[in-house]
T-cell receptor
Framework: AQKVTQAQTEISVVEKEDVTLDCVYE???????LFWYKQPPSGELVFLIR??????QNEISGRYSWNFQKSTSSFNFTITASQVVDSAVYFC???????????FGPGTSLSVIP | EAGVTQSPTHLIKTRGQQATLRCSPI?????VYWYQQALGLGLQFLLW???????NRGNFPPRFSGRQFPNYSSELNVNALELEDSALYLC??????????????FGPGTRLTVL
């Protein structure tokens, strides 16, 4: 059963617009980790952020911000003032306390149009 | 410090052949993970090796196998290749996966094309 859902398959925005990528996860563990990765056309996964289940503090890093809400099992990612270089596939992911693998969502393909 | 390396970058095979993909973990890491990213199927966990042992396996047929060497590098073997095996294969390494959380660091991937 899929445990990470990214309902948006593809998103297109015009440069400088803000965009939010949604992520909903499912787990029975009380301790778990959530991640966001960026995959540019080159294919390599670029780590963006890790959150553990006990840290619900939202985080901002430059133009990126993350909103973690345990009550709704969501871990959304917002890019402010998007740029063409932000065009990529973004994956939300989950690691449970088995620590044996990362469970990826299906990804959201973001296109930022100049 | 060198990251996770994978070879080859690209690999082209024909149906029925065997493919061997290689991964070198970050120095000091003992766990190696393999993931498959096939078109339309997203990133799926394949195999996990730690200290030379297979620790976990995803929902893949036995045609997919691998091993981990004493230096912790790893090989992924795909036998009797099928067209749908065409994918990007990503390797990741971590300090260990057997005692709590450790960050997985991903390599650049090997793109396998089956004709």
């Amino acid at each position: 059963a899929q445990k990470v859902t990214q309902a948006q398959t593809e998103i297109s925005v015009v440069e400088k617009e803000d965009v939010t990528l949604d992520c909903v996860y499912e787990t029975r563990d009380t301790t778990y980790y959530l991640f966001w990765y960026k995959q540019p056309p080159s294919g390599e996964l670029v780590f963006l952020i890790r959150r553990n289940s006990f840290d619900e503090q939202n985080e901002i890093s430059g133009r990126y911000s993350w909103n973690f809400q345990k009550s709704t099992s969501s871990f959304n990612f917002t890019i402010t003032a998007s740029q063409v270089v932000d065009s990529a596939v973004y994956f939300c992911a989950l690691m449970e306390t088995s620590y044996d693998k990362v469970i990826f969502g299906p990804g959201t393909s973001l296109s930022v149009i100049p | 410090e060198a990251g996770v390396t994978q070879s080859p970058t690209h690999l082209i095979k024909t149906r029925g052949q065997q493919a061997t993909l290689r991964c070198s973990p970050i120095s000091g890491h003992t766990s190696v993970y393999w993931y498959q990213q096939a078109l339309g199927l997203g990133l799926q966990f394949l195999l996990w090796y730690d200290e030379g042992e297979e620790r976990n396996r995803g929902n893949f047929p036995p045609r997919f196998s691998g091993r981990q060497f004493p230096n912790y590098s790893s090989e992924l073997n795909v036998n009797a290749l099928e067209l749908e095996d065409s994918a990007l294969y990503l390797c990741a390494s971590s300090a260990t996966g057997t005692s709590g959380y450790n960050e997985q660091f991903f390599g650049p991937g090997t793109r396998l094309t089956v004709l």
